[in-house]
């Protein structure tokens, strides 16, 4: 039997068995948080990065007075800016993005663009073939008066379509030409006040009667001394205030000695109808009557009594018909005079 010592040091002997592990145990936690991870070597966040196209202010860490374990990466001095402007112009000196200098070439190319269509518009409105302009049609209007034939103005005969009460067809015949006149006269007073600012270069007026000889209507033709914005402003003033159908503002007939329209007086008036043109310096009205000569107590505007279901004398009478057919004949021949002056103007 060996002893201790020999079995220790024999190589087929057992090795002694190893000691077990200590157990684990946490380490105890520190009353200060740990320190803060530092940037990577050469990272500085830029306070002005873009972020979608927005400028994004990106805020700095900044030391908490009294804490541990906390480092706070220095703050880079900025670089020194240029004494002098920059470059490209850019206020402050700072350059420029490369959006931003697109935006303001294609602003410039616009522009330029813009300023050319506009030069080509000037060329081309010169063509010979262009409609006249507004002061062409008012300088024609005012010189068409004396220099376009009366027939021209005033057809002989006056055919309206449909224009009778029903929808019949109306047949005028001119009877009487009045001579060229200024405005006075040719309108009762109150209505002279609110054509007045559009002032009066002259008047002519005809008369005509129906297929029967039992109405007279009274055109007139008033050529204003005024420009567009003084016709836009009295149109304006008819419309809103209604002036065309009060009964204090009729104008006035022409009755011609010897004719059908001898006895068309003031009293006689039934209808009538006021026309304000924008388009050229021109008033077109008219107004109508009984040719008998008959009183008419109830006159009544041609809008008012050419509606349906209307029963006043000049309603039934197809007054008011005569009153609208008339002037717009002649308000639709008076732009084909314009036309034809102006094309021979040009």
């Not at 000691?19 to 830029?46: E, L, Y």
């Not at 518009?121 to 009366?150: I, N």
């Not at 047949?171 to 001579?179: E, L, N």
């Not at 007939?253 to 006689?268: H, M, N, R």
Request: glycine fraction near 10%.
């Amino acid at each position: 039997m060996s002893t201790d010592a020999e079995q220790a040091h024999s190589p087929h002997s057992t090795p002694p068995p190893r000691p077990a592990h200590p157990p684990r145990t946490a380490p105890a936690r520190s009353s200060a948080p740990p320190p803060r991870p530092t940037a990577p070597p050469g990272f500085t966040p830029d306070p002005d990065t873009p972020v979608l196209g927005v400028r994004a202010k990106i805020p700095r860490p900044r030391p908490t007075a009294g804490a541990t374990g906390t480092r706070v990466p220095p703050r880079p001095s900025a670089p020194p800016r240029p004494a002098g402007p920059p470059a490209d112009g850019a206020p402050g000196g700072r350059r420029r993005a490369p959006s931003r200098t697109a935006t303001a070439a294609a602003c410039l190319v616009l522009g330029l663009g813009l300023l050319g269509g506009a030069a080509a518009g000037s060329w081309l409105g010169d063509d010979p073939d262009a409609p006249p302009s507004t002061a062409d049609t008012y300088a024609h209007a005012r010189a068409a008066w004396h220099s376009v034939p009366v027939d021209d103005f005033f057809p002989r005969t006056l055919r309206g379509k449909g224009e009778g009460p029903g929808g019949a067809d109306r047949v005028w015949t001119r009877i009487a030409v009045a001579p060229d006149s200024s405005c006075g006269g040719g309108f009762d007073p109150l209505l002279t006040k609110a054509l007045a600012p559009v002032g009066c270069e002259r008047l002519v007026r005809a008369t005509y009667t129906d297929a029967t000889s039992t109405s007279v209507t009274t055109v007139g033709i008033l050529i204003t001394t005024s420009g567009p914005t003084a016709m836009r402003a009295l149109h304006q003033r008819f419309v809103t205030e209604k002036l065309d159908e009060r009964t204090d503002l009729m104008p006035r007939p022409y009755a011609a000695e010897g004719t059908a329209a001898a006895g068309f007086g003031d009293d006689q008036r039934a209808s009538w109808r006021i026309r304000i043109l924008t388009d050229t310096p021109a008033v077109v009205y008219t107004v109508s009557g009984f040719a008998d000569g008959r009183k008419v107590t109830d006159p009544q505007s041609a809008g008012e009594a050419t509606q349906r279901g209307a029963t006043s004398a000049p309603a039934q009478s197809g007054l008011g018909n005569d009153a609208r057919g008339i002037a717009d004949a002649i308000e639709a021949g008076f732009r084909r005079v314009l036309s034809a002056v102006g094309e021979a103007a040009s």
